[in-house]
């Protein structure tokens, strides 16, 4: 792993050691199909090679990190004992909650208890599938 402490690249090593000296890298593509993934991690190393540090615009910011950030915010207010009142005002403004708390529509509402129903399943271990790369909401 060759990481800067926020971007990382894994390489793997199939066979040998790396207490020998240098190495020579090999990198297999195999069909068209499974050559568009492998390419990303191809072009930051090197990127890195040639600049000696992380292109950040190859590291593109992940979309789902301002939702996950919420996520963490609704778990923090949760433990200090907010309500979904409150979680909401901290989220999007005690003006916006005046405006669309008693609405019929409850939109806010319904936004705060499903951010309260991932903020819980994430502590029941749901953030371990973050670690791992699984795709969640």
Excluded at 11 to 22: F, H, I, N, V
Excluded at 108 to 123: K, P, T, Y
Aim: charged share 25%; net charge positive.
């Amino acid at each position: 792993m060759i990481s800067d402490g926020l971007r990382r690249i894994r390489l793997d090593l199939r066979s040998g050691t790396l207490l020998a000296g240098p190495v020579t890298f090999h990198y297999r593509l195999c069909g068209l199909q499974a050559a568009g993934p492998k390419l990303p991690p191809l072009q930051r190393l090197v990127a890195l090679g040639r600049h000696r540090r992380f292109l950040s615009s190859l590291f593109p910011p992940d979309p789902r990190m301002a939702r996950w950030i919420d996520v963490l915010r609704v778990h923090d207010g949760l433990a200090d004992g907010a309500s979904q009142r409150d979680l909401a005002a901290a989220l999007y403004g005690t003006s916006r909650v005046q405006e669309d708390w008693q609405d019929g529509a409850g939109s806010l509402r319904s936004r705060v208890r499903r951010l309260i129903a991932e903020a819980n399943a994430m502590a029941r271990g749901g953030y371990r599938g973050l670690m791992l790369g699984n795709n969640l909401s």
